[in-house]
């Protein structure tokens, strides 16, 4: 009686297998059956903005740099949420739109983050974050707490606020609880 080699048999096991089922993505990434369409932040843009948005033509999908943000391009741009700010944003290029902790805000230009309701200028801006980043300036989880913090800061307190701040730590030596616990939440 002849015998089957392994290999034979193992070969023979894989082509006559059935092969199993891969949920895959549709080219729109989208799953099977499923069609664009708008959902939670995004649905708000679409119900804020109204026709300068556009249609979906995708599915969302993870930003494919891998920054935890979700994309969804339209017939009129790309709507996208930003992870590190938890805001739905959608832009036709050079317009944007987006859902703030603030409230609704519009921008123009190449920035694809909102700007701070109160900016500062970029001199008291760097310098908080040279002071900040002081003890380890090539941290980079230390530099993305600044940021926060900056960030924080512009979104509580008013430019003259801020400065009337820092004149009170520079005479007393403290800063106001307030003002701790929104730098604190970001590291």
């Known amino acids: ?18 092969a199993p089922l891969a ?3 549709t080219a729109d990434g989208c799953q099977p059956g499923e069609s664009p369409h708008f959902t939670f932040g995004f649905a708000s843009l679409k119900d804020q903005i109204g026709d300068a948005m556009g249609d979906p033509v995708t599915c969302e999908f993870p930003d494919p740099n891998g920054t935890g943000d979700v994309h969804q391009r339209t017939t009129t741009g790309l709507a996208f949420w930003r992870k590190s700010t938890n805001t739905p944003t959608f832009t036709d290029g050079f317009n944007h739109w987006g859902n703030t902790p603030g409230g609704w805000v519009t921008w123009t230009g190449a920035s694809v983050d909102p700007p701070h309701a109160n900016a500062y200028p970029d001199a008291l801006v760097q310098g908080f974050l040279n002071g900040c980043m002081r003890a380890d300036p090539n941290n980079a989880k230390l530099a993305e707490g600044c940021n926060c913090a900056i960030g924080k800061i512009q979104d509580s307190y008013t430019l003259s606020e801020f400065i009337d701040i820092t004149q009170r730590y520079v005479q007393q030596g403290t800063f106001p609880q307030e003002f701790i616990d929104a730098a604190v939440s970001c590291f």
């Not at 002849?2 to 297998?17: D, E, F």
């Open 1 to 18: 009686m002849p015998r089957i080699s392994p290999v034979l048999a193992l070969v023979a096991t894989l082509l006559l297998a059935p």
């Open 23 to 25: 949920s895959a993505q």
